[in-house]
């Protein structure tokens, strides 16, 4: 009983039954083990109280009917067998006995089930992040939000089409274009804030909803661009929302540095490319470079270009204008490209001994305009 030395086959003391059905669903101890303890018509049910998924604590979830649900990525167990939810049933948690004697409530040390996880097929983002070969890569992320089905002229994005044509036309490099406004992901749900460890990779979301948008980012991201180009307009003297809805969901990267050691995003390199009707250009390509830098990217002399006329100067139509003409700006974000893949060939060279060189020279500090 409680108080005494007991053997894991001993039945563990939990407290009394009446002041523990007041509560339909809590965590407890039984010796070392949390144990998910429900009540639910004066009926107890104890299961284990670590999800099959990735160790959420059951105990602090909440009930859906006769099923325990994680609070962490909400999976489902049924409260007395341990059972998964319909359709999930093979996936188990180990159910524990108990009994009431005395008043109080006390639960067998040692569970009547064991716990069985469904071997699922792993997700395509979860392997190992090492380089392939091959040439450098470039990928543009335009974060300009728009109506694809009345498409208007998008200064930052203009801008980064020129950075990426000077690629293929004088590098011959292999270039991707990512529009935030074409990818339907889902905002970040919180799960850090309920867990350092609820924030998984790959994202938990993707994990849970295949056709998730921001795959794409994370694909050519983490696994396949050496140099990334953010192109933002400055709204409301910040970056574009699609920005920091993407950045929120780019925390599962940074998450695994925290809890892990693991920086996913070695040796490559980060340019920016800010332009707006209103000032603020520092503000907002110091807060990209300052996350883009907790991620583990690299940034070349002179990372971002950008294109302003200030406040007093919103006058949209003539600002399009000038992007459309200036060839000192389209110039500005081919020398910034040519400046991050200086130090993008410089980085992997010194990391691989196989890289294979793409033939191009050096851009030279005499052909780095800073815009």
Known sequence: ???????????????????????????????????????????????????????????????????????????????VTGQGEPGYEEDRVPQFEFRQEGGRLLVRGTPTTGRNKVAHPPHPLDRDTRREPGPLRVAGISTTIMDNAHPRYSTSEALLESALEHAKAKHAIETRMIKLRELSFRACEGYYSRSAHACTWP????????????????????????????????????ASSLFFKMAERLNTVQNQITIRNRVMLNNKVAGFIVTGGQDNVQAVAGQMMLFFGELGMQFP????????RGWTAEDMERNIEVVKRSEDLHNGARALLDRCLDLAESLQSSASRDFERSGRKASGMEQRNRA
Not at 41 to 55: R, S
Not at 203 to 230: R, T
Not at 301 to 308: G, K, L, M, R, T
């Open 1 to 79: 009983m409680k108080g005494e030395p007991m053997s894991e086959e001993q039945w563990h003391d939990v407290g009394d039954v009446t002041e523990l059905s007041q509560r339909p669903l809590q965590q407890v101890l039984v010796g070392r083990t949390k144990i998910a303890l429900s009540c639910v018509d004066g009926i107890f049910g104890a299961i284990h109280g670590a999800c099959n998924h990735v160790g959420g604590p059951l105990g602090q979830g909440s009930l859906d009917g006769e099923y325990v649900v994680c609070p962490w990525h909400n999976w489902k167990f049924h409260r």
């Open 203 to 238: 994202c938990s979301i993707s994990q849970m909803d295949p056709a998730d948008g921001m795959s794409v980012v994370y694909e050519n991201l983490v696994f396949w661009a050496d140099v990334v180009l953010v192109a933002t307009p400055i709204r409301w003297g910040a």
């Open 301 to 308: 002399q002179f990372p971002f270009i950008a294109h302003s």
